[in-house]
């Protein structure tokens, strides 16, 4: 059975960090193209940074420059280190495989930044 299972999200004021760590299981992880998505709302589910097999990284324009994804492999884990949030960075943020698989999505991690 997959599960993704995300963590880290948090209350933080505009300028901090956070980190979100997403761990996979039921699937062979470092096989699969993995990304963060977030939905805010009132808005669609949105893919904010995904990262290939390979290690390569794209970034949605939004967070470039500010948001970091990594992987660790032997962890079945992907992460997202988020620096210099913003109040537009308010959202659920989800880890899902890049295409996404709709049976894959899992609770997400709540990010809220307010003053």
């Known amino acids: 059975q997959v599960q993704l299972v995300e963590s880290g999200g948090g209350l933080v004021e505009p300028g901090g960090s956070l980190r979100l760590s997403c761990v996979a299981s039921?699937?062979?992880?470092?096989?699969?193209?993995m990304a963060w998505y977030r939905q805010a709302p009132g808005k669609q589910r949105e893919a904010v940074a995904s990262?290939?097999?390979?290690?390569?990284?794209y970034y949605a324009d939004s967070v470039k420059g500010r948001f970091t994804i990594s992987r660790d492999n032997a962890k079945n884990t992907v992460y997202l280190q988020m620096n210099s949030l913003k109040p537009e960075d308010t959202a659920v943020y989800y880890c899902?495989?890049?295409?996404?698989?709709?049976?894959?999505w899992g609770q997400g991690t709540q990010v809220t930044v307010s003053s």
């Open positions: 899902n495989t890049s295409p996404t698989i709709k049976s894959y």
């Open positions: 039921g699937f062979i992880f470092s096989i699969k193209n």
């Open positions: 990262i290939i097999v390979g290690g390569r990284t």
